[in-house]
């Protein structure tokens, strides 16, 4: 199965600043992977689809790039809500399998 | 609007099965496939497998070792995750997803003796 590795596992960034998120496919995955977000209690939220697309109602703050093995998730400048768990997973192979995740907290 | 509404929060002993359910409204069932994602306390999010709702395929994961099935009944637009010899380790929640990324609620799952 394919592997996704996420790094950093977590990050510290103050509010207004720019957030890089990176996930690694251990296979090439095409454009076919998601990112969601994770608020503690809550189901995960789709952020951005096909690598690049952002999801109904996600902020332009959101950017999403990559194909292939190596990608990643832009916050170009961090709100309050922004802060959560961001997972990654990729749709091109079966099974379907996501990163460990990435927490992004407040500095 | 779409929902996903999930059954209830399940307490199980080790060895029982227990049997998850996800209703969809608001759009038609048969044009969606859905997955059955878990996460375990502090864990990552875990695939276990899927349904084409229109033709009624599956596909899961080998990490379950044939402990689970997913089924749907179209006539009450619903799918279902079944998951077998419960140990405890299997105490999570259970999420139910759309293919295009929208989730339900899910359904905590304790398995405990």
């Known amino acids: 199965e394919i592997v996704m590795t996420q790094s950093p596992a977590t990050l510290s960034v103050s509010p207004g600043e720019r957030a890089t998120l990176s996930c690694r496919a251990s296979q090439n995955v095409n454009s076919n992977l998601v990112w969601y977000q994770q608020k503690p209690g809550q189901a995960p939220r789709l952020v951005i689809y096909?690598?690049?697309t952002r999801a109904t109602g996600i902020p332009a703050r959101f950017s999403g790039s990559g194909s292939g093995t190596e990608f990643t998730l832009t916050i170009s400048s961090l709100q309050s809500e922004d802060f959560a768990v961001y997972y990654c997973?990729?749709?091109?192979?079966?099974?379907?399998?996501f990163g460990q995740g990435t927490k992004l907290e407040i500095k | 609007q779409v929902q996903l509404v999930q059954s209830g929060a399940e307490v199980k002993k080790p060895g029982a099965s227990v049997k998850v359910s996800c209703k969809a409204s608001?759009?038609?069932?048969?044009?969606?496939?859905l997955h059955w994602v878990r996460q375990a306390p502090g864990q990552r999010l875990e695939w276990m497998g899927w349904i084409n709702a229109g033709n009624g395929d599956t596909k899961y994961s080998q990490n379950f070792q044939d402990r689970v099935t997913i089924t749907r009944d179209t006539s009450a637009s619903t799918a279902y995750v079944e998951l077998s010899s419960l140990r405890s380790e299997d105490t999570a929640v259970y999420y139910c997803?759309?293919?295009?990324?929208?989730w339900g609620p899910g359904t905590l799952v304790t398995v405990s003796s």
């Open positions: 096909g690598a690049s």
């Open positions: 997803v759309r293919d295009d990324g929208y």
């Open positions: 997973q990729q749709y091109n192979n079966w099974p379907r399998t």
């Open positions: 608001g759009y038609t069932f048969t044009t969606y496939a």
